[in-house]
């Protein structure tokens, strides 16, 4: 409840992205083949950008 104002971070920003992105994917994968493959590379791309800050914070 305290966290209601809370400004999300970059990182949860891109989580949430990778997310939503992975699950637009799958539910491609069973209509449109192209378009499933297009999300998981944004997707991928998210992730690599998450990982990127992960090593910057470590």
Known sequence: M???FKKKSELE???VQYK???DESYKLSHI???QSDQKS???NEILNRIE???KGTN
Do not use: S
């Open 2 to 4: 305290f966290n209601l």
């Open 13 to 15: 920003k891109l989580e």
């Open 20 to 22: 939503k992105l992975l």
């Open 32 to 34: 449109n083949r192209k």
């Open 41 to 43: 590379a944004e997707a």
């Open 52 to 54: 990127k800050i992960k």
